[in-house]
T-cell receptor, first 108, second 116 residues
Framework: SQQGEEDPQALSIQEGENATMNCSYK?????LQWYRQNSGRGLVHLIL?????REKHSGRLRVTLDTSKKSSSLLITASRAADTASYFC????????FGKGTRLHILP | GAVVSQHPSWVICKSGTSVKIECRSL??????MFWYRQFPKQSLMLMAT?????????EQGVEKDKFLINHASLTLSTLTVTSAHPEDSSFYIC????????????FGPGTRLTVT
C-alpha cells in the first residue's frame, strides 16, 4: 500500500535556488519522515517530524507538517549539485509507508 | 547508531531458482522487521511485516507463497524469493524497528536482485 503523494513528481532547478517538495497523506500518523535516495543506492534518512510538531529544521532543510491538512513540505535552501536525488516522504503509524517521491535535479 | 545489514548486496540468479536475502540488526534486537521492494524509478512498496516467532503479515497483492519470510530471531529475518522470474528483478530493502526511546526504524542498504 502507498499512502503519501509527492508533488511535484520531478523538479529541475538551478544550483543555488531553493527546492520545495510537498507530500500529502490520508490517515493519522505518529510522525512523518523524509528520505533521500541517490540513483541505485540505499535510503538516507533526512529528518523526522512528529505529529505534534509543526516545523523542524536541519541544516539547509526545513520541514513543515500540517496534520489538519494531512500535508508536509520539504524545503532545501541554497541547493547544490549534490542534492540531485529522489526524495520520499514516509508516514509512520505502525509501519512506514512511502510516497511516490520527487526526482530533484540541480542544474549547474 | 543502530545498523541494519543485508546480505547479499546484489545477486544474479536464473529463472526458476530460489534466492534468499538476509536482514540483520547489528546493534539492537528488533521488535519488528519489514520488507520493501523497489522497481526502477519507483518508490518503495511495503511487502510484509514480521515479528519474531510469528507469521509475517503480507500487504495486499503480495504472494506469500512466493515471498517467504522467516523471522527466526530478534536480529535476523530472511526473505526467500521462490521460483524467481525476471519480473521479480528489483531492489529489496529490509527495515528493523527497535524500541529504544520510543520506537525507531532503520533501513538496510538493500539487495539488488536480477533474474535472468
Amino acid at each position: 500500500s502507498q499512502q503519501g503523494e509527492e508533488d511535484p513528481q520531478a523538479l529541475s532547478i538551478q544550483e543555488g535556488e531553493n527546492a520545495t517538495m510537498n507530500c500529502s497523506y490520508k490517515t493519522s500518523i505518529n510522525n512523518l519522515q523524509w528520505y533521500r535516495q541517490n540513483s541505485g543506492r540505499g535510503l538516507v534518512h533526512l529528518i523526522l517530524i512528529r505529529s505534534n510538531e509543526r516545523e523542524k529544521h536541519s541544516g539547509r532543510l526545513r520541514v513543515t507538517l500540517d496534520t489538519s491538512k494531512k500535508s508536509s513540505s520539504l524545503l532545501i535552501t541554497a541547493s547544490r549539485a549534490a542534492d540531485t536525488a529522489s526524495y520520499f516522504c514516509a508516514t509512520d503509524a505502525d509501519k512506514i509507508i512511502f510516497g511516490k517521491g520527487t526526482r530533484l535535479h540541480i542544474l549547474p | 547508531g543502530a545498523v541494519v545489514s543485508q546480505h547479499p548486496s546484489w545477486v544474479i540468479c536464473k529463472s526458476g531458482t530460489s534466492v534468499k536475502i538476509e536482514c540483520r540488526s547489528l546493534d539492537f534486537q528488533a521488535t519488528t522487521m519489514f520488507w520493501y521492494r523497489q522497481f526502477p524509478k519507483q518508490s518503495l512498496m511495503l511487502m510484509a511485516t514480521s515479528n519474531e516467532g510469528s507469521k509475517a503479515t503480507y500487504e495486499q497483492g503480495v504472494e506469500k507463497d512466493k515471498f517467504l519470510i522467516n523471522h527466526a530471531s530478534l536480529t535476523l529475518s530472511t526473505l526467500t524469493v521462490t521460483s524467481a522470474h525476471p519480473e521479480d528483478s528489483s531492489f529489496y530493502i529490509c527495515s528493523a524497528r527497535f524500541r529504544i526511546q520510543g520506537y525507531e526504524q532503520y533501513f538496510g542498504p538493500g539487495t539488488r536482485l536480477t533474474v535472468t
